[in-house]
């Protein structure tokens, strides 16, 4: 394999839902589906790590059928950044890091707001359209637990950075994998499966990282 030139001074790689924004979107799009109270019980089961991430995926989004492709520009919308997420992200790609974002929700949805934040390192579910409407099923692979530790190593070699210099940042079961993988693991407003097995935890501001180890 070829030495990567030009090579990252380290990377971070942070899940999306309820870490790099607030909220959920698959919630977010049930909503528009009228099963929001049904999607978030079945979240908060995965989250908690009672349900295997790959059966709750397929179970909240078959809710979702029918829904009009219009519905993800009303969800676009709808995105907010966490407090201190957009300074992370200026703060660590200013000292020449990159930047990766793996999400167990939709590239429909990630891959323009991480272009937004100058991020082209993307890795999300595929919603399937057909007609123009949702079939409340995805495509391809699912992005789940263990392809989010998959993602962040591919990241790291397409960039030429060494796992012990990746910082990765998560809130769920889901992301225990990647956290363990990366060379040190962030536990952002976690659960406590989470923040348990974490090098360390963080609450309200994204960017309260910065002063953490990697980059303190």
């Known amino acids: ?48 790590g009672e349900l295997d991430f790959a059966a709750s995926l397929h179970e909240r989004v078959a809710t ?27 703060a660590v790609q200013e000292r020449g890091w990159a930047v990766g974002l793996v999400s167990g929700g939709f590239v429909e949805l990630v891959t323009p707001l991480a272009a937004s934040l100058g991020i082209s390192l993307v890795r999300a579910n595929r919603l399937e359209v057909g007609d123009g409407r949702l079939t409340g099923r995805v495509t391809g692979a699912v992005v789940d637990r263990a392809a989010k530790a998959v993602a962040l190593r591919d990241y790291a070699a397409s960039v030429g950075v060494d796992l012990a210099a990746t910082v990765a940042i998560g809130d769920g079961a889901n992301d225990l994998d990647m956290l363990a993988t990366a060379g040190f693991g962030i536990a952002y407003n976690a659960k406590p499966v989470v923040a348990q097995q974490a090098d360390a935890t963080i609450e309200g501001r994204l960017d309260a990282a910065l002063t953490l180890a990697p980059f303190a």
């Not at 839902?17 to 999607?39: N, P």
């Not at 979702?64 to 200026?90: F, I, K, W």
Request: net charge negative.
């Open 64 to 90: 979702l059928a029918g829904l009009p492709v219009s519905v993800l520009d009303d969800v676009r919308a709808q995105m907010r950044l966490s407090p201190g997420a957009r300074e992370l992200v200026a």
């Open 1 to 48: 394999m070829h030495a990567v030139t030009n090579a990252a001074a380290g990377l971070l790689v942070m899940d999306v839902d309820s870490t790099l924004i607030t909220g959920e979107v698959i919630e977010m799009l049930a909503e528009h589906a009228g099963s929001a109270e049904l999607v978030t019980q079945i979240t908060e089961r995965a989250m908690r």
